[in-house]
């Protein structure tokens, strides 16, 4: 009986273990996938679906008429994609026309309406100011108006007989013609100083079809009207993100700063900061998927004009479907942005992560122990 005994739990451990049901748990990932079901088949069939649709679009040489799934429909695989970067023509120019105004857009754009809009926040944040309240509603309002309607009223603010030309008129200066103006700020600042004639070296040749000497004239007059309003109407949005982060750094850390002797520049560029990177990070990110995207102001201010100097690529990747009615080339420009904004941003991304040596070494020394161990 004894042995009996002791020989009982033995036998019992070492029987295999009894599988147990599924249960509540066991359904959990097919429940989940149930809830999520609608909204994966509703992004699938309107948006990844139109994505595969426009990418074919791309390929062919469709001008709208019928359906381009058809056998009808002439395949002509990267050909639209090579006219715009290989072979010399109009598309190519027009293309590289669009890339040069975006890029310089894109340079003023989103360093402008970064700061302006974390200046606001800064401004709204002090505890010292009273309304904030209105302070909040007026600096917001911009973003949250119609963009046509505002395009409109900056048309006619920046007529030649508009508000802003008069109010240059009473300091003395003979405003321009703003939309009808097609001269680069950059050549306007070299006919300043004497350099009305473009240098022998900078008309010789250059990149993608442009001379040297149109990659560097810099914005237009034109342009520099509509950065001015994307900029005024896209930062009461960004101002309130950095409001948010602003309000949620630690007010025991500023006063900690304040004991130790901190100017009021040092805890900004040293607490700050610091503490709102990932804000900061998200707020750039914004800026510039949406500059590089820019196409309501440009349709409704100046449609590319004057001289194509206001031309972008989204606006261009518009026209050459809709009006040309060359489908598959607007198709492919518009996959090109595509391209150069998912690049621009993981470049971004690289540049602003965090770089710290020491944590990395010791984050490596921490893998590391397992395996010698």
């Keep these: 009986m004894a042995t009996e005994a002791l020989t009982a739990p033995a036998t019992t451990r070492g029987a295999a273990p009894r599988r147990r049901g599924p249960g509540v748990r066991g359904n959990e990932n097919l429940a989940g996938w149930l809830f999520v079901a609608p909204v994966v088949v509703i992004l699938g069939l309107f948006l990844l679906l139109p994505i595969l649709m426009a990418l074919w679009v791309s390929l062919t040489d469709w001008n709208g008429q019928g359906s381009p799934f058809t056998g009808q429909v002439p395949f002509v695989g990267a050909e639209n994609y090579t006219r715009l970067f290989t072979e010399d023509g109009l598309d190519r120019r027009d293309f590289m026309t669009s890339i040069r105004n975006n890029l310089y857009y894109v340079a003023i754009v989103v360093p402008a309406q970064t ?4 200046g606001l926040a800064l401004v709204v ?7 904030k309240g209105f302070f909040r509603s007026a600096f917001y309002f911009p973003s949250v108006t119609s963009s046509v309607a505002i395009s409109v009223v900056f048309l006619f603010l920046f007529a030649n007989s508009g508000a802003v030309n008069r109010l240059l008129a009473l300091v003395g200066v003979d405003g321009p013609q703003w939309f009808a ?6 050549h306007l600042l070299l006919g300043a100083v004497g350099v009305d004639d473009p240098p022998a070296a900078l008309t010789g040749g ?4 442009l001379t040297w000497w149109d990659w ?16 005024w109407t896209t930062s009461g949005t960004f101002m309130l993100m950095f409001l948010a982060a602003l309000q949620n750094v630690p007010v025991a850390l500023d006063e900690a700063s304040t004991l130790d002797g901190a100017g009021r520049w040092q805890r900004f560029r040293h607490v700050t900061l610091p503490l709102i990177r990932p804000t900061t990070f998200l707020v750039l990110t914004l800026g510039l998927i949406g500059s590089w995207q820019v196409f309501d102001q440009v349709y409704v201010m100046s449609q590319g004009e004057p001289a194509k100097t206001t031309l972008t690529p989204a606006y261009l990747s518009y026209t050459t479907a809709f009006r040309d009615f060359d489908y598959g080339s607007g198709a492919a420009i518009s996959f090109v942005l595509f391209l150069i904004i998912i690049v621009l941003t993981l470049i971004q991304r690289r540049a602003m992560a965090d770089r710290d040596p020491v944590g990395r070494r010791r984050g490596w020394r ?6 010698g161990s």
């Design 125 to 131: 944040n002090n505890r010292m100011l009273k309304g």
């Design 206 to 209: 250059g990149p993608f079809g």
């Design 216 to 231: 560097l004239s810099g914005p237009s007059v034109a342009m520099m009207s509509i950065i001015t309003l994307v900029v």
């Design 366 to 371: 921490r893998r590391r122990v397992p395996e």
């Design 115 to 118: 700061a302006l809009a974390l």
């Design 181 to 186: 103006d097609s001269r680069g700020v950059l």
